[in-house]
């Protein structure tokens, strides 16, 4: 007789156990039997049919979501982020695989409720989890609103408000550090032209201390992240959820930091990646190094290379860094040069042109020659010229 192993037989009865405690309904939340729900069972319809509606809304723009009430829109766009797409697997190549449970709902008071929730598929026969929510909701009317439990999370951290900036820390915290986080962001957003907007930053101790403040218990996409930050923009407001300046004695990495300003204001696919290196070398440095030290390290290149085809050296991403891992290439370096002069003759607007040209070199040339008169034939020539002011 051919024996079932005994993993099979396990996991087939779990799946089945599970299918069977949810309870029937037309909603696509499905709520597991052993989820105690609200004794009145009009409160019980009411939130689970505003839940169901708030999760059918949540890939759309943010401020359509008509189950966040404004004043809570700021901090529950960071949770709808998170829930974007959830319930796709690119994996397993199905856009519905993962299906949504709730498995804890727990009176607050007589309006309001925590709704704890996951989003579980099966491969066979095998529970694959993706990620555990909590959110709160607040009855108003015929129906409720769903908000994150961020400000709840904060409720006993400190505040401080510098201009249009607002900080919530804890005791330990070094505030010099958001301080001068924010500086920077200011500066790059001057650059950029990007108007001053009103900035509220909070400071946690790690990316997973991020997430839960947000509401997100577990997302497997974030595996492994120890540090990493949260960024929503709403109501004309930015709002920063940040897990890295408390843990990271440098505080905040200036060369990342401008890569993220010029997301906001350009998509990836339109972004030149040398000229964005090079422009984030030039503001912010790179591997722990200033402008002014990649700049001797490049000096000390050329004096061992006096004869470089540049176009070349340009084409392969030349390294001429002196350190393992910690990578200084000649074409984010030329482009460093070029920017600085640009920017000192016609300001940014020209370099822009250059950011956002495209992916690809054969995009780049045509643009450099319209804003500069530089050519690939006339590449090193104009080079040449370049490096010889640098002092």
Not at 50 to 67: A, W
Not at 172 to 201: G, H, M, R, V
Not at 355 to 360: A, D, N, R, V
Request: aromatic share 12%; charged share 20%.
């Amino acid at each position: 007789m051919h024996k079932i192993p005994v993993k099979i037989i396990l996991t087939s009865i779990f799946v089945i156990a599970l299918l069977c405690t949810l309870k029937a309904q037309t909603s696509s939340v499905q709520i597991l039997q052993t989820t105690r729900l609200p004794k009145d069972t009009i409160i019980t319809k009411t939130l689970i049919n505003s839940f169901d509606g708030f999760l059918s809304l949540k890939d759309k723009p943010n401020n359509q979501n008509t189950f966040v009430l404004p004043q809570n829109l700021l901090a529950t766009s960071a949770l709808l982020d998170e829930l974007k797409d959830i319930e796709k697997s690119t994996k397993f190549k199905d856009d519905n695989f993962y299906k949504c449970y709730v498995n804890n709902i727990l009176k607050l008071n007589d309006t309001e409720y925590l709704v704890q929730f996951y989003y579980m598929g099966i491969h066979q026969n095998e529970p694959v989890l993706r990620a555990n929510y909590s959110i709160l909701a607040q009855k108003k009317g015929h129906q409720f609103y769903f908000y994150s439990p961020l400000h709840q999370n904060t409720v006993s951290w400190q505040t401080k408000t510098i201009g249009n900036n607002t900080f919530y820390f804890k005791n330990n915290f070094e505030i010099s550090k958001a301080i001068a986080y924010t500086s920077k962001i200011a500066e790059y957003d001057s650059i950029l032209n990007i108007p001053k907007q009103p900035t509220k930053l909070y400071c946690a101790e790690n990316f997973n201390e991020v997430l839960k403040l947000v509401g997100v218990d577990f997302k497997v996409d974030y595996n492994g992240y120890s540090h990493n930050t949260l960024i929503v923009y709403e109501n004309t407001t930015n709002l920063i959820i940040d897990g890295v300046l408390a843990s990271n004695p440098e505080g905040f990495d200036p060369h990342d930091l401008w890569h993220s300003r010029v997301r906001k204001i350009l998509p990836a696919k339109k972004i030149y990646k040398p000229v964005d290196e090079g422009c984030a070398f030039l503001f912010g440095g790179s591997w722990g190094y200033s402008w002014e030290e990649i700049l001797q390290k490049f000096k000390r290149f050329i004096a061992l290379n006096p004869d470089v085809d540049w176009i070349t050296l340009y084409n392969e991403g030349k390294n001429y860094g002196d350190e393992i891992n910690k990578a200084l290439r000649v074409d984010y370096t030329l482009n460093a040069l070029l920017i600085k002069k640009i920017n000192k003759e016609k300001g940014f607007s020209p370099i822009l042109k250059l950011l956002s040209c495209g992916k690809k070199s054969e995009d780049y040339f045509p643009v450099l020659e319209e804003v500069t008169g530089i050519t690939k034939n006339n590449f090193n020539q104009n080079i040449a010229k370049l490096i010889k002011q640098i002092k």
